[in-house]
């Protein structure tokens, strides 16, 4: 559209150049969750907590602060919800998730209590909750930092993408690259 005197295409492009900042800018917010959870994920675990429970947080936050939350829209607030909500796996993953070791001081307790039972004893299956507890937990970090994802490609694209499908902005790279590729073969 540059140097043509053509008014509805240049504001129809700065609509649309409008709205893909504002959907990058929403996404940004939920990746910079996912990315201050993984920051802060050694520091958590030594002192008790996960992942995902840094990124549940911030996305809780965002929810509750009515300055942040005037600029969703219903439908993305709904998808907040539900990656808070966690699906019946993911919520039984968290409840197990406490059983870790690396939750906190009063599970590292019961680890090293139940380790020297099982010393004593010879008995392994003392060990069983913390196991459970310690792969439950991976699994639930794992699971909510795949939401944080997904929410975060689903806001830059401005609505739920359908599995296996290219976002917006996925297909115009592609498109962009095959261009390039094109120019640089005649």
Do not use: C, H, Y
């Amino acid at each position: 559209m540059a140097g043509t005197n053509d008014a509805q295409g240049l504001i129809g492009e700065l609509n649309a150049a409008r709205s893909a900042t504002t959907r990058r800018k929403k996404a940004e917010l939920i990746e910079a969750t996912d990315t201050g959870a993984l920051d802060r994920g050694a520091t958590r675990d030594m002192l008790g907590g996960s992942e995902s429970g840094a990124i549940l947080q911030r996305i809780k936050s965002v929810l509750e602060n009515p300055k942040q939350r005037r600029q969703f829209k219903d439908w993305e607030l709904g998808a907040m919800r539900d990656v808070i909500k966690g699906s019946p796996t993911e919520r039984a993953a968290r409840f197990l998730a406490r059983l870790a070791p690396t939750s906190g001081q009063l599970p590292m307790g019961g680890f090293v209590g139940a380790s020297a039972g099982a010393g004593l004893t010879g008995n392994p299956l003392l060990l069983a909750p913390s196991a459970i507890g310690e792969g439950a937990k991976r699994l639930s970090d794992f699971n909510t930092r795949k939401a944080a994802r997904e929410l975060a490609a689903m806001l830059r694209n401005g609505g739920p993408i359908a599995k296996g499908q290219q976002s917006d902005a996925g297909r115009r790279l592609i498109a962009a690259f095959l261009a390039s590729q094109a120019g640089t073969e005649q």
